[in-house]
């Protein structure tokens, strides 16, 4: 199948999410300038990753009337972050969704296997009883966000929404093989990998491109 008709799979469409996409990919981008603009891209990227977002009917007395609303209750989501990259997008979907925790899991690529290595594991106690976005700029082999997912499937969280920046499609054909019930939310959907497992176009190595590093 080919990988943009995998099921579960939203890939956004949008002419402000391609102009900020066009600035995470030119190269010349510096630091300051692409975590401004991965930080803009995530409040919008909110809107599709947050659309299953559970609510109950409140009445709200406005300064009018009494009016039927609907709101989130506690428990509230979970915003969970792959670091380090995950944070450029978990921040900006925290902001627009401030009631959520904030969960990290720590994961690096092996340079040599591209094999994903974990390293921290910081997680709210009740997360099971959360809706869970969990959060990726990238999408590669696939081998981060499938091990996070293991992670968070293992203690028992049911409710999860994947959303990244950027995907290729060998990651969305792994991620879903590995769990097929967890939608996909991305911004773009990419061509290939390399020869190293980098996306192509991409944007080169979020994290070092977010911090500086590199
Ligand atoms: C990047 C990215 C993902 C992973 C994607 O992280 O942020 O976590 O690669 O690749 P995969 O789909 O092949 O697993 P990286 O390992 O570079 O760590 P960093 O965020 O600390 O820079
Ligand atoms: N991780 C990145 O940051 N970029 C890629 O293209 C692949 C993995």
Aim: with cysteine; net charge negative.
């Amino acid at each position: 199948m080919n990988a943009s008709q995998i099921p579960g799979l939203t890939v956004m469409d949008h002419p402000l999410v391609d102009h900020k996409l066009s600035i995470l990919r030119d190269h010349e981008s510096p630091p300051h300038r692409f975590r401004q603009t991965l930080h803009e891209l995530s409040w919008l990227l909110a809107y599709p990753a947050f659309a299953a977002l559970k609510t109950e009917g409140v009445d709200i007395q406005t300064p009018l009337e009494v009016t039927s609303c609907q709101a989130m209750q506690p428990p509230y989501p979970c915003l969970v972050s792959i670091l380090r990259a995950g944070n450029g997008l978990i921040d900006g979907f925290s902001q627009v969704c401030p009631e959520a925790s904030v969960g990290h899991l720590g994961l690096y690529r092996d340079h040599d296997t591209m094999a994903p290595i974990s390293y921290y594991n910081s997680l709210p106690t009740d997360i099971t009883q959360r809706q869970v976005i969990l959060g990726d700029p990238m999408l590669a082999t696939g081998g981060s966000a499938v091990m996070a997912l293991d992670t968070l499937r293992e203690i028992g969280v049911r409710d999860i929404v994947f959303s990244c920046l950027v995907a290729a499609p060998e990651g969305v054909k792994a991620l879903h093989d590995a769990h097929p019930d967890v939608p996909i939310v991305t911004a773009a959907l990419d061509r290939e990998l390399n020869e190293s497992c980098y996306i192509l176009p991409g944007l080169g190595d979020a994290g070092d491109r977010i911090y500086g590093t590199g």
